[in-house]
């Protein structure tokens, strides 16, 4: 039997606007958290910001819960929807990103993928810098929704550093500018900062505006070898101490090593127990200068450089696909990302260690060790152990605020870590989370039940 909700979304969006076959909005109800997907009441993909406002304006009158949704490529189950829900999606908010490059700046539509905006960038000089391992398929409006981050972070920092506003529809209906195109802004309340990071609890981004800086014209790259997890972690303290920061600096440990030698194209030979890549930017001589700075200062046992394009692929491929290739590495895996301080990641990487092995788990952490985000990923074969793992999850999120870090690096609360946000960050802080929510949203409708339990 039809929704009659439907047919009213029909006459604002038209029919290409709504989903409402069930096969359909079975691919609109999860994400790539590994927790279980919902089924959607409807999906609705606004194709201009007014028929946005229009739409949520309806549906918050009738009182109908709505989950903002990106690509879906998140994981932390932040659009996760069920049967009472309406899935906002803003895949075809997707103007193609224009760069203003008088102005060191770039606008898009939210449903541009995050890549679209630096190759836009790239023909004009400039750089866009943020790249999470999704950036071929994850969404501009999903990355700030998230505050995503990715290797290049350490130098250059996270989606909201590039972030200079956005449109919005709040969850009342109304749609907002918010920001400025000058680089300094601070007339009022930062209110776009508001939208950064919030998983959807207080809008729906239709549009962003995002800073570009001059493009680096050399990248010069390196794998470094270590006897251990322990040295490679020093070996980025020494790093770090130069005074300088590199492009990249991934850490990966003994098993996600072990785990990348069984791939036929891997540069890891046997004899190393931990790696990191490495990357400088800049002039070319500058960048190779200020890479053999970085890998004496590491003290690795042995450097790989890459001379051409070809050896870089060779480096970073693995890495891209780690997480797939622990995953046939057992039956079960989840993938938590925790960060610590920089100087703290050897010692949090053998507690996690212990702490797995206590309970006959097998943990591979790798990450980006140039700015303390580990991604800790916890391997099981018997169901039976799914409780024992949930435990140790949470064990080591405590770890991570205990160590002055947090539970969550770049991939958001959503569903999977709204039980511990309180253990973070306190009851006035939570308080105050629920004030900012109950104000724009008295409803609650929504993303309901996210991020804030």
């Known amino acids: 039997m039809k929704d009659p909700l439907a047919a009213d979304l029909q006459r604002i969006l038209g029919a290409e606007g709504v989903i409402d076959r069930l096969e359909h909005r079975r691919d609109y109800g999860g994400d790539e958290s590994g927790l279980a997907g919902g089924v959607p009441r409807l999906v609705v993909r606004p194709n201009h910001r007014e028929r946005a406002a229009e739409t949520i304006r309806y549906l918050y009158e009738q009182g109908v819960p709505m989950v903002p949704r990106g690509a879906g490529s998140g994981k932390a189950g932040g659009c996760i929807a069920n049967e009472r829900e309406v899935v906002l999606s803003s895949e075809l908010l997707d103007e193609a990103p224009r760069v203003a490059p008088e102005h ?116 010069a790259t390196a794998l470094l070898l270590f ?79 890459a001379s051409t394009s070809k050896d870089r692929e060779r480096i970073w491929a693995p890495r891209r696909e780690l997480s797939r290739a622990l995953k046939a590495q057992a039956k079960f895996k989840i993938s938590e990302d925790i960060a610590v301080p920089r100087g703290r990641i050897a010692e949090a990487i053998v507690c996690i260690r212990r702490m797995a092995k206590e309970q006959g788990v097998t943990a591979a952490t790798y990450g980006h060790a140039g700015d303390g985000n580990l991604h800790v990923n916890l391997l099981w074969n018997d169901e039976n152990q799914r409780e024992t793992v949930k435990e140790l999850s949470d064990d080591i999120f405590r770890l991570a605020v205990e160590m002055g870090g947090t539970i969550t690096g770049e991939h958001g609360v959503g569903l999977a870590k709204r039980h511990v946000l309180p253990l973070e960050l306190g009851s006035e802080r939570m308080g105050m989370e629920w004030r900012i929510k109950n104000a724009l949203d008295p409803k609650n409708l929504f993303n309901p039940g996210k991020v804030l339990s």
């Open 227 to 305: 006897k251990s997890t322990n040295a490679a972690a020093e070996g980025v303290q020494g790093i770090l101490a130069t005074g300088s920061l590199p492009r990249t600096l991934e850490l990966l440990d003994e098993q996600s090593c072990d785990c990348l030698r069984l791939q036929e194209s891997s540069p890891i030979p046997s004899e190393a127990g931990a790696a990191l890549i490495l990357e400088a930017d800049g002039e070319e001589v500058q960048a190779m200068d200020e890479l053999a700075r970085f890998a004496s200062a590491a003290g690795a046992m042995d450097v790989l450089v």
């Open 104 to 219: 060191f700046s770039v606008d898009a539509g939210a449903g541009c993928l995050t890549i679209g905006l630096d190759t836009a960038a790239a023909k004009h000089g400039l750089f866009y810098p943020p790249d999470p391992n999704s950036l071929e398929y994850s969404t501009i409006g999903g990355n700030v929704a998230t505050n995503a981050a990715g290797p290049k972070a350490v130098k250059y920092g996270l989606t909201g550093h590039y972030l200079l506003g956005l449109s919005c529809v709040l969850p009342t209906g109304e749609l907002v500018e918010l920001g400025a195109q000058a680089l300094k802004c601070v007339a009022g309340s930062n209110l776009h900062g508001l939208l950064l990071g919030s998983e959807g609890l207080h809008g729906l981004i239709t549009d962003v505006r995002m800073r570009l800086i001059p493009r680096p014209t050399f990248v």
